[in-house]
């Protein structure tokens, strides 16, 4: 098999994403705070991928002129991805619906069925994260056009399993949209491997973080490229009366004083100095901002530096169309190498076993 064909075999398997998406290929970039802003999502249209503005918490306006930047800078299909938890979401929607955005990624929590309904009524597609199969068969009954799975190997806010077992518990039974895999995805061997499963497409954040085109801080990005995948873990929680969302990041100073942080609340409340919802915003206000102070500010010791575990795999800044072209030639290598393993003749067995 040549790479022409092998090429093609790729283009065959990720087709469905590709139609959905409006792509040449089907990547996704995660939805990344301060990071997957209008330089990133362009640079990943341009490149053949599906650039998505992370709106966070963006005011309608600010996302209004965030879309307008990112069209002025690619005329290729990009999405945005608006939390459902925002109290402007329905305005948020009208801003995507004004400036014709095709896709519209609902995440942090169960969408409202009212969001659905108006944004396929605008015309544009809804995609939503699905964490287990008995929600993503919910969603589908809801009206959405296509799911993300995404693994706990993801940076940022995770779930408790895997993608490669979410993928073992998802992908056999959903066919009745594409489904989009995520987490910890940082070589075209395993982007391969999903589409063989099933996938129709892959999201990748972390693998983004350090290409040219991303603005982040020149010590976040180095913090990546220091980085190996064991350096990127979950928030701790140390009591089940407080609980913690899980946020996987690059540990550092703040990580060892949140933990500090937390032990100093629950001795206030223990004492009784404390009233429990109090110490539970308190724990919860102690990374206020730490986002951007080291995304944009570069406070790599103070500031959060949410990475998944593929963090590993960073190991020097590429542009963003580099980064996408190396995992479609890792896979376009994969699908020969395993055609030349299929095409050579088994080994003889031995006379001993073939007399038995």
Request: hydrophobic fraction near 50%; glycine fraction near 10%; aromatic fraction near 4%.
């Amino acid at each position: 098999m040549d790479r022409i064909e092998a090429r093609a075999r790729l283009d065959a398997l990720w087709q469905r994403g590709t139609a959905f998406l409006g792509t040449e290929v089907a990547i996704m970039g995660g939805a990344m705070s301060w990071v997957s802003e209008r330089h990133l999502v362009a640079a990943i249209s341009n490149a053949g991928g599906f650039g998505v503005i992370a709106c966070g918490s963006m005011s309608p306006a600010l996302l209004d002129a965030e879309i307008a930047a990112t069209k002025a800078l690619t005329v290729r299909p990009f999405g945005v991805n608006l939390i459902t938890m925002h109290p402007a979401l329905d305005e948020l929607i009208g801003v995507c619906l004004a400036h014709r955005v095709g896709h519209v990624v609902l995440a942090g929590g169960l969408p409202p069925q009212a969001a659905i309904r108006r944004i396929k009524e605008g015309r544009a597609r809804v995609v939503c994260f699905a964490p287990a199969l008995v929600l993503a068969k919910k969603l589908i009954r809801s009206g959405v056009d296509a799911l993300v799975i995404e693994g706990s190997e993801a940076g940022g806010h995770i779930g408790p399993v895997s993608l490669s077992v979410l993928a073992q518990e998802i992908l056999p039974h959903i066919t009745e949209v594409p489904v989009f895999v995520a987490g910890g995805i940082g070589r075209g061997e395993a982007l391969l491997a999903y589409l063989e499963m099933g996938a129709a497409g892959v999201q990748l954040g972390t693998r983004f973080v350090c290409t040219t085109e991303s603005v982040a801080h020149p010590r976040f990005k180095q913090a990546f490229i220091r980085a190996a995948a064991r350096d990127a873990v979950p928030t701790v929680q140390i009591d089940e009366r407080f609980p913690v969302i899980p946020v996987r990041a690059i540990e550092n100073a703040g990580t060892k004083r949140f933990i500090e942080h937390q032990a100093k609340v629950l001795a206030r409340f223990v004492a009784g100095e404390v009233a429990k919802d109090a110490a539970q915003l308190e724990i919860e206000h102690f990374w206020a901002g730490a986002l951007r102070r080291a995304v944009i500010e570069g406070d790599v010791e103070n500031g959060s530096l949410m990475a998944g575990q593929s963090v590993g795999m960073v190991t020097r800044e590429q542009p963003t169309a580099a980064v996408i072209a190396e995992m479609i030639e890792q896979a376009i290598d994969a699908i020969i190498a395993r055609a030349a393993r299929n095409a050579a003749p088994l080994p003889a067995r031995p006379a001993a076993a073939a007399a038995g």
